[in-house]
């Protein structure tokens, strides 16, 4: 009974988990076992957004904040001839990106790098698609960081913003704990609109899932 009793109080939540290990950079152990989670925990929204898109072949794609690299692993059943690039800021999420695609990069046709939003590695106009899923809530400049995006995109190419919340009414009270706790960026829809026109995209849709707290943004270069 005392060995059951102690196994009890020692585990620990989910919640837990994800406050130690950081939604914004994940940390650790705990940071590495949280992405592995938000892997299937975000397919459902990923999925979603990626039927806005069209990717050909041979295509050069971008995962901005690639986290533990589900949505690259995705993006990647429909590159053939093209390269995906992944980029995030913490060093845990770049060793999980690469362990799930561990054949892609190992075969050439994918890379994850580290680096900052803030100041993309790349060249000017160099991706003919790129994606964020689940990480605009933590840019530190949004409005700068989308000017950022649109320079490395090439002319005619498309950008796809995708989160799992946004802000409008009727959030419940926990998803509103949740934007407190973790200091989210949750624009309206008509803010997310103004962002993207101020960043210099054009032709901008914006996707809401009836049912759901689901937006998928979409501008072009």
């Not at 130690?20 to 397919?43: V, Y």
């Not at 309206?188 to 009836?210: C, M, N, P, S």
Request: hydrophobic letters at 35%.
């Amino acid at each position: 009974m005392c060995n059951i009793h102690t196994a009890k109080k020692t585990e620990r939540t989910q919640e837990e988990i994800t406050i130690s290990g950081n939604p914004a950079k994940p940390q650790g152990e705990d940071g590495a076992t949280m992405l592995k989670r938000m892997n299937e925990s975000h397919s459902p929204v990923t999925c979603w957004a990626l039927e806005h898109w069209q990717i050909a072949p041979e295509e050069e794609l971008l995962d901005i904040g690639c986290g533990g690299g589900a949505t690259l692993k995705r993006m990647g059943e429909k590159i053939t001839t093209g390269h995906l690039t992944g980029i995030d800021y913490s060093p845990v999420s770049v060793k999980t990106s690469l362990k799930t695609n561990r054949q892609d990069v190992e075969s050439g046709k994918m890379k994850v790098l580290e680096g900052s939003v803030e100041a993309l590695p790349f060249a000017d106009d160099g991706f003919d698609k790129i994606i964020t899923v689940e990480s605009f809530y933590f840019w530190p400049d949004p409005q700068e960081n989308l000017k950022e995006v649109r320079r490395v995109l090439k002319e005619g190419g498309t950008f796809l913003l995708v989160a799992d919340t946004y802000n409008k009414d009727g959030l419940d009270p926990k998803t509103l704990e949740n934007i407190c706790r973790f200091h989210l960026f949750t624009p309206t829809a008509e803010e997310f609109r103004k962002l993207f026109e101020k960043a210099g995209f054009t032709d901008i849709q914006i996707h809401v899932k009836e049912g759901t707290d689901w937006i998928c943004v979409e501008g072009k270069k």
